[in-house]
């Protein structure tokens, strides 16, 4: 089965959800990106997985093929949205949440506001505690909105991203136009999406039902402040810290990313 054969979009609200279902033998796992990507960047990630369970991607709203611009950028509409999936897809069964940066904040919502849904929950490079900041948000907004689109080619794009692992991602994620290649998400819809993950959710966290493994990266975006308060808040969570990688440890730490995700799933044993 190739990638192309397995997409198809699911709908909800007036809002196309593009779905990947690899397939594979065993319990269902789902797969969330980050901000500014999509289910393209987690493939690999997929693929190391679908020996032992069966795998499913999302492009959530506002990324990749998903609705580009939807009206509604909460974080319970992203919740919702996963839902969806799991109930159209998963029907009778719990799946595990595996989520990246913004995509372990919904994938940690989800689990928080349906654990009935979820077997257990995978953080890589995510928090709960939200930023202080207001101006963090506006900042990725004008990072996005600068990028001098279209872009001639993928060289031209990398001339101006640069070379970190993220970059990889976002080339490759770029749509060919017939005025060059372009972004699969508007600046606009990512300083809102993100402004609602820094708003602080604490008290869902400390609350977390769900079996759940916070990932860190040895170059990632958090303080030990910041992962200590993580799991100092909620004691019964697992904690694995990787000796490398940045906060985007799953494409620039691949092999001990995924030694990690297997082990802490149990595919290891």
């Known amino acids: 089965m190739t990638e192309e054969d397995s997409a198809f979009v699911l709908s909800r609200g007036g809002v196309s959800i593009a779905v990947t279902d690899l397939g594979g033998e065993g319990p269902p796992v789902l797969l ?26 999302i492009d959530q ?22 839902v969806h999936v799991m109930e159209e897809l998963t029907p009778g069964q719990r799946c595990t949440l595996i989520g990246q940066s913004m995509g372990a904040h919904t994938a940690f919502l989800t689990a928080a506001a349906r654990p009935d849904l979820v077997e257990r929950l995978v953080m890589l490079e995510g928090h709960v505690a939200g930023s202080e900041d207001a101006g963090e948000a506006e900042s990725l907004g004008r990072f996005f909105a600068s990028w001098p689109t279209p872009f001639a080619d993928e060289a031209a794009a990398r001339d101006v991203l640069g070379d970190d692992s993220i970059v990889d991602a976002w080339v490759a994620d770029l749509e060919v136009t017939p005025g060059g290649l372009v972004p699969r998400f508007d600046a606009d ?36 402040g910041d992962k200590d308060e993580l799991i100092e808040r909620r004691p019964a969570t697992t904690r694995v810290d990787l000796t490398a990688g940045s906060h985007d440890a799953h494409l620039d730490a691949f092999d001990e990313w995924i030694k990690a995700l297997r082990d802490c799933l149990g595919f290891n044993v």
């Not at 990106?33 to 499913?56: F, Q």
Request: proline share 5%; charged share 25%.
């Open 189 to 224: 819809v990512m300083e809102r999406t993100i402004a609602a993950v820094h708003q602080p959710r604490c008290a869902e966290w400390e609350a977390l039902e769900v079996p759940t493994v916070a990932i860190f990266a040895e170059r990632g975006m958090f303080s030990a």
């Open 32 to 57: 969330l990106h980050g901000l500014a990507g999509s289910s393209r960047e987690l493939m690999p990630t997929a693929e190391a997985l679908r020996d032992s369970c069966r795998v499913l991607l």
């Open 61 to 82: 709203r506002g990324h990749g093929q998903s609705t580009r611009r939807p009206a509604d950028l909460s974080r319970n509409a992203f919740v919702l949205d996963i």
